[in-house]
């Protein structure tokens, strides 16, 4: 990634994207992702554990909450629940997710919750560890209408991804219709789900334009509004980040 940041950068600016958010997967890498966004004032950092992840340290809320105090490191996450790629018992996950949750609210920092054939117990536990104090975003959102509009209660955005492109992403462009402007957010997933016309590449930021798009072709409004309002909304949301320039979209 490092060595692409520069290509990364420039068409990022070519297609009008402001901003971008490098998403923390494992304490691992952490210092990598770190050091992006400390190496350009367009970018911004998470710290989490991804569910998926089984063979990484497991953080406990202190490492969470501290690391959370660097001043490029704007939300805790990606986490949450994944019982699509894993079976059996999976309560681990569910504590790993609360011990997430619990950083958030200490550091003051919002989630960024992944939820994969699992949005009950997502909830659930969003709202037994009072994740909405914290806030968030429901990122690379999939789910119905009905799981938008109770993460939406608990104060929560919802990110639409490429996945809003695909044809066969009949109901998501129902959800995407439906989700008020001011509560939503675009993003890539990348290096995966690039929306059409780049499906099937390895995905980037640049490519977040396409998904802005899409959603304006949907609601019938300009590329112009929803640039506005998803900008607006990253820098309402991730309130830390610091603006260094005007943005269009803000992945």
């Not at 099937?200 to 509004?225: D, K, M, T």
Request: hydrophobic share 45%.
């Amino acid at each position: 990634m490092a060595e692409h940041l520069p290509d990364f950068l420039s068409r990022m600016t070519e297609n009008g994207v402001g901003h971008a958010l490098c998403v923390g997967v494992d304490l691992e890498n952490f210092p990598k992702v770190r050091a992006l966004a400390e190496s350009d004032p367009r970018l911004f950092a998470s710290v989490g554990l991804h569910p998926d992840y089984t063979d990484c340290r497991e953080p406990d809320m202190e490492e969470l909450v501290s690391l959370a105090q660097h001043p490029r490191v704007v939300a805790i996450g990606e986490t949450g629940l994944d019982y699509y790629r894993l079976k059996g018992d999976l309560s681990w996950q569910i504590e790993r997710f609360r011990t997430h949750i619990r950083a958030a609210r200490a550091a003051g920092k919002p989630l960024i919750v992944h939820t994969r054939a699992a949005a009950e117990d997502t909830l659930r536990v969003m709202a037994e560890e009072g994740a909405g104090e914290a806030g968030g975003v429901m990122h690379c959102f999939t789910e119905t209408l009905s799981v938008a509009e109770r993460a939406l209660d608990m104060g929560f955005f919802i990110s639409f991804s490429g996945i809003v492109t695909f044809k066969n992403a009949v109901e998501l462009k129902a959800v995407a219709r439906a989700v008020p402007l001011s509560r939503m957010l675009v993003e890539t997933d990348a290096p995966y789900l690039a929306p059409v016309p780049h499906r099937g590449r390895s995905n980037e930021p640049s490519y977040v334009r396409h998904v802005a798009e899409e959603i304006a072709r949907l609601r019938g409004i300009s590329f112009e509004e929803v640039a506005t309002a998803t900008t607006a909304n990253f820098f309402s949301l991730f309130a830390s980040a610091v603006p260094e320039q005007k943005a269009e979209v803000s992945v």
